[in-house]
């Protein structure tokens, strides 16, 4: 190959001189030997002695090899929509839906539970796992925190969402003292201000995990129920809670738990049991009274009573089974107009 050492021309371009001088008389014209170095040397890879590589060389590998993930501990924060899903996929889950107003004892119920479990004394339950156990140190933090002289009126944090477009789940793994079997239960820690917006504006949107939900507590502030003065409105807020859950889609089948609150200030009147329970009924449910303490300042009434019998009602899966063979009692006589004489 030949090329140009004048810097002007453009032979090696064009081909020809830029001075119009035949190439055999041009001074400037100079031999190259680098395409046949790089011919000679493509004939040396192709004809050479080049193998395959073998299995478990690392020849044609990544220069840098991608960093191994170090194992980590799960967060144990609440259980998002996917992780609460993957678990009811994986794993027999009883899932709850808890709504009430705020103020209702929601938080308090989920911090009073977990103490109990903490210190064995969960009645006919004991501890077995869970995914949420930094969620539950968070929201049992300020039960740990009590005044020098007297006990405080809020024992747990106000609950709030990271994500307040959908619900925060909690996580037990209980083993029943009675069979011995593990259950997973998902209980949702939710803010008050739902379900006031549920009774208020119909709003619904964040409320679609209870279609999967085998039980619902509607927890209700038992002080309320107490006081002649705000029974009424009480009640009446009550049955409208109900009936909104009617109105979203909420299964009939679902056991609807009634749990009021403070069980220490005094019991549910059953005129106002009796009053919801008929609205209920009139929907279609089935609903179940079950008050609880979860703290007490009543020494008669100790704290956390009521919360085991509360778990027994939700975990219960006992149903009025079929007849395996059912006898039809409409038609006792023989057909014969299927059979005929050859």
Same mark, same amino acid.
């Given at each position: 190959m030949r090329k140009c050492s004048f810097d002007s021309c453009t032979y090696s371009i064009t081909g020809r001189c830029i001075r119009g001088t035949p190439e055999s008389e041009c001074p400037h014209l100079q031999e190259t030997h680098d395409f046949e170095d790089s011919t000679s040397l493509t004939e040396e890879l192709v004809e050479g002695d080049w193998q395959r590589p073998q299995e478990g060389s690392v020849a044609g590998d990544a220069v840098l090899r991608p960093t191994e993930e170090i194992p980590r501990l799960p967060s144990s924060m609440t259980l998002g929509r996917e992780e609460a899903q993957e678990l009811m996929c994986s794993e027999a889950t009883t899932m709850v839906g808890i709504v009430g107003l705020p103020g209702s004892g929601k938080t308090a119920c989920l911090v009073s539970a977990y103490l109990l479990l903490s210190r064995g004394s969960l009645q006919g339950y004991d501890y077995g796992d869970s995914?949420? &156990?930094? /969620?539950?140190?968070? +929201?049992? #933090?300020?039960? #740990?925190? !009590? /005044?020098?002289?007297?006990? @405080? #009126? @809020? &024992?747990?944090?106000?609950?709030e969402l990271a994500d307040d477009r959908q619900a925060g789940f909690l996580h037990f793994k209980l083993r029943r003292a009675t069979d011995g079997r593990l259950l997973n239960i998902l209980l949702p820690d939710l803010p008050g201000e739902w379900s006031t917006s549920l009774i208020d504006k119909a709003d619904s949107k964040r409320f679609e995990f209870i279609k999967s939900a085998t039980a619902? !507590? +509607?927890?209700?502030?038992? #002080?309320?129920?107490?006081? /002649?003065?705000?029974?009424?409105?009480a009640i009446h807020r009550t049955r409208l809670l109900i009936t909104r859950l009617a109105e979203i889609g909420t299964p009939s089948h679902i056991r609807l738990i009634l749990v009021p609150s403070w069980r220490d200030i005094g019991e549910f009147p059953q005129t106002a049991f009796d009053q919801i329970e008929a609205e209920a009924t009139s929907l279609g449910f089935r609903l179940i009274l079950s008050p609880i303490a979860s703290f007490s300042g009543n020494n008669l009434v100790k704290p956390g009573e009521g919360v085991a019998d509360l778990f027994d009602i939700t975990l219960s899966h006992a149903r009025e089974c079929p007849a395996f063979w059912p006898d039809d009692q409409r038609c006792k006589l023989r057909k014969l107009s299927g059979f005929r004489s050859l």
């Open positions: 995914r949420s &156990l930094m /969620a539950f140190e968070q +929201i049992s #933090r300020g039960s #740990r925190q !009590w /005044a020098s002289t007297e006990s @405080q #009126r @809020q &024992l747990t944090v106000r609950t619902m !507590w +509607i927890m209700v502030d038992g #002080r309320e129920f107490v006081d /002649a003065k705000s029974r009424n409105y």
